[in-house]
């Protein structure tokens, strides 16, 4: 059991990361099934509100959840949201270009190269907010 234990203290930050990217993904395909399926909205409007919604809920969880940044002052907070939404459209686009060239060009199984895509996105998110967004100062 104390093996368990101090795997868990060890990786929290990564495991505390995966549980709310599921939450995250969730929350993304509830609020465009709710809007798409139920005819509110067209295709892409309902997956722009769902990537907004999911990426603003993300963005509280990593900040006080996962990477624990307390900065409060206004400052602080724009450069964390300025830059986890750079990252995230950044890493979005990494996405397309990876399913593009997979799928459109070299036409590869998609389900596989989505999948591989997915984990690459998660990675680099992953690093961009533990290196640059919410870094914290070395004391």
Known sequence: M?????????????ISYMF????????????????????VLGNVASTVIAWVG?????????????????????????????SFYFFRIATGIVDVLIMWISVDVLNLNANLFKLISNLIVIVLNYIASKLV?????DK
């Open 54 to 82: 999911a990426t603003v809920f993300a963005f509280v969880t990593n900040k006080l959840f996962v990477f624990k940044s307390m900065k409060k002052d206004v400052k602080s907070i724009i450069y964390e949201l300025g």
């Open 20 to 39: 709310f990217g599921v939450i995250t993904t969730l929350i993304n395909m509830v609020v465009y099934a709710v809007l798409f399926q139920n005819g």
């Open 133 to 137: 967004i919410f870094k914290k100062k």
């Open 2 to 14: 104390n093996k368990f234990r101090a795997f868990i203290k060890k990786n929290i930050g990564i």
